[in-house]
């Protein structure tokens, strides 16, 4: 163990973040505080540069796999409920729709977040959902929250000198930076 470790000011910033949408979570009366914190801790990196670069893979791989989500739970209902292993054997072949989407779009790096969102979707085997689009607008809702308030957080608390239009800190041994050469 290392008992020197020090908490960072980004263990600081997610842990407000998801503090942040569990609160917005009851404010504003949503169901499942689950996908909004998943977001934020995602989102949460060493840069507000890159918390909303992350934040955009984030939420196009959110609409794409509730996209293709939605389309597997509207098929689903073509399935009688006694047919399991028709379900689970359609769930590969939406899956892959989903990543063929993304390389479509040319967001390759939404691919992942994309499957887990689907796998979220199409793995929820009680397929009594009434709405299928409803259920899925509240995930990418959810997620949604999770990226704002993860990018506002990373921008307004605790900001790194390089996030917050400072100079960057010259390189060791007095070198000048190269974007002021």
Known sequence: MNWRYKPGLRMVKTGVAVLLCLVASI???RENAFYSCIAAVI????????????????????????FVGFLLLEASRLI???YTWAYVLVIPVFLLLAIYLTNLLGRRESAAICCIVFLNIATNLDRGIQNSLLYVADRVIDTGIGIVLAVLVNRFLFPRRDDGGGKEPAPSG?????SEK
């Open 27 to 29: 404010l504003l009366h």
């Open 43 to 66: 989102c949460m990196q060493p840069t507000t540069e890159k918390s909303l670069h992350a934040g955009i893979h984030r939420f196009i791989g959110t609409l794409c796999g509730g």
């Open 80 to 82: 009688p409920q006694y």
């Open 174 to 178: 007095g070198e000048t930076p190269p």
